[in-house]
């Protein structure tokens, strides 16, 4: 990464394509986002109960000019009033990954202006940024997704402290494997979610993994165990599907939040983020906005729709670094596997 002022004003076109939701976004400095797009490959991998990496990155080839396109219009602009090219440079998979990066760089280098890849967590992270009543740091910040369950403790952008991370299934692919288990259809965890909210609490009780010793790492693999023989044991029983999707739900939640509140202890934050596609969970959400009226702290959310993978949370944070002279060379290159302690504070 070069650290430079050649970044021309203008807007940064944002571009998404870590897994499997093809998304594209312009965001503006000082008019904010200006427009943002998203396709979901969801239907295409449902048959197979989950991401086929190859279907992923082909269809990826097939929507993202497309895409572009629409966003662009939608902003009122073409390429040429653009003023930078961001997009998610890792983590994710691998071919996926390449599409976007292959497709900014050569936009780039055609219009003669910066490109910058983007941490995927990162754009997580400051996705609640678009919102009117931005939270500014120091923060703790809980990354909450199908890949990832992390505390992170920020003090600017690039400045960050892995508090807690987990061991084996993070929150969210826990969901989507326990709603498998159960035989609810593709992506799990909205459904086991939804299905969960007719289930009766307190009929089943299931771990709160790693909260009865110190720390902040997590472990959800457990759960997946106990839930098949809970659900195994009930089969004839019509009600004890969602009494059991209750329960699992009930101890991700609390989990989560005995997490949260220990890591702003440890660390003296009043301000908390939460970011992720598990972001999006009724339950958490509302459950953490009680916890901060009670307990006197500040939870922020980003939009459902920037919960999950969007091009709006790369533009952004791509522009924040161009902004700060930060860009990359012409290498066409992605990192699969990316410390999201190991960015450049900007």
């Given at each position: 990464?070069?650290?430079d002022?050649?970044?021309?004003?203008g807007?940064?076109?944002?571009?998404?394509?870590?897994?499997d939701?093809t998304?594209?976004?312009?965001?503006?400095?000082?008019?904010?986002?200006?427009?943002?797009?998203?396709?979901?490959?969801?239907?295409m991998h449902a048959d197979?109960?989950?991401?086929?990496?190859?279907?992923?990155?082909?269809d990826h080839v097939r929507?993202?000019?497309?895409?572009?396109?629409?966003t662009?219009?939608?902003?009122?602009?073409?390429?040429?009033?653009?003023?930078?090219?961001?997009?998610t440079s890792?983590?994710?998979?691998?071919g996926a990954?390449?599409?976007?990066?292959?497709?900014a760089?050569?936009?780039?280098?055609?219009?003669?202006?910066p490109?910058?890849?983007?941490?995927?967590?990162?754009?997580?992270?400051?996705?609640p940024?678009?919102?009117?009543?931005?939270?500014?740091?120091?923060?703790?910040a809980?990354?909450?997704?199908g890949g990832h369950?992390?505390?992170?403790?920020?003090?600017?952008?690039?400045?960050?402290?892995l508090?807690g991370?987990?061991?084996?299934?993070?929150?969210?692919e826990?969901?989507?494997k326990t709603?498998?288990l159960?035989?609810?259809?593709?992506p799990?965890?909205?459904?086991?979610?939804?299905?969960a909210?007719?289930?009766?609490?307190?009929?089943?009780?299931?771990?709160?993994?790693?909260?009865?010793?110190?720390?902040?790492?997590?472990s959800?693999?457990?759960?997946?165990?106990?839930v098949?023989?809970?659900?195994?044991?009930h089969?004839?029983?019509?009600?004890?599907?969602?009494?059991v999707?209750?329960?699992?739900?009930?101890?991700?939640?609390?989990?989560?939040l005995?997490?949260?509140?220990?890591?702003?202890?440890?660390?003296?934050?009043?301000?908390?983020?939460?970011?992720?596609g598990v972001g999006?969970?009724?339950?958490?959400?509302?459950?953490?906005?009680e916890?901060?009226?009670?307990?006197?702290?500040?939870?922020y959310?980003?939009?459902?729709?920037?919960?999950?993978?969007?091009?709006a949370?790369?533009?952004?944070?791509g522009?924040?670094?161009?902004?700060?002279?930060?860009h990359?060379?012409?290498?066409i290159?992605?990192?699969?596997?990316?410390?999201?302690?190991?960015?450049?504070?900007?």
């Open positions: 990464m070069q650290n002022q050649i970044a021309k004003p807007p940064v076109l944002g571009i998404e394509t870590s897994c939701e998304g594209v976004a312009v965001y503006d400095a000082g008019r904010g986002l200006l427009a943002h797009t998203l396709y979901s490959q969801i239907k197979y109960g989950g991401v086929v990496p190859e279907l992923a990155s082909r929507k993202l000019l497309p895409l572009i396109r629409e662009l219009r939608a902003a009122g602009m073409t390429t040429r009033d653009l003023g930078g090219v961001a997009y890792g983590p994710g998979l691998v990954l390449l599409v976007g990066a292959a497709c760089r050569s936009l780039a280098w055609a219009l003669e202006v490109a910058i890849g983007v941490h995927h967590m990162e754009g997580h992270l400051l996705a940024l678009l919102e009117p009543d931005p939270p500014q740091p120091p923060f703790v809980l990354l909450v997704s369950s992390m505390l992170i403790e920020v003090s600017g952008i690039g400045r960050y402290r508090l991370d987990t061991l084996d299934d993070a929150a969210g826990a969901f989507d709603a498998k159960m035989g609810l259809a593709y799990g965890g909205p459904a086991l979610a939804k299905l909210e007719s289930g009766t609490p307190g009929r089943f009780k299931f771990s709160r993994p790693m909260t009865d010793r110190p720390g902040l790492d997590f959800f693999s457990g759960l997946k165990t106990q098949l023989l809970a659900y195994q044991a089969a004839d029983d019509p009600t004890a599907k969602a009494d999707a209750r329960a699992f739900e009930d101890a991700i939640v609390d989990t989560l005995i997490k949260c509140r220990r890591a702003l202890q440890q660390t003296g934050a009043r301000r908390l983020v939460i970011a992720g999006a969970n009724k339950k958490l959400r509302a459950q953490l906005a916890a901060a009226q009670r307990e006197n702290f500040r939870v959310f980003p939009r459902l729709e920037f919960c999950t993978d969007n091009g949370m790369i533009a952004l944070a522009a924040l670094r161009l902004q700060a002279g930060l990359d060379d012409s290498a290159r992605v990192t699969p596997r990316w410390d999201l302690q190991d960015l450049v504070a900007v």
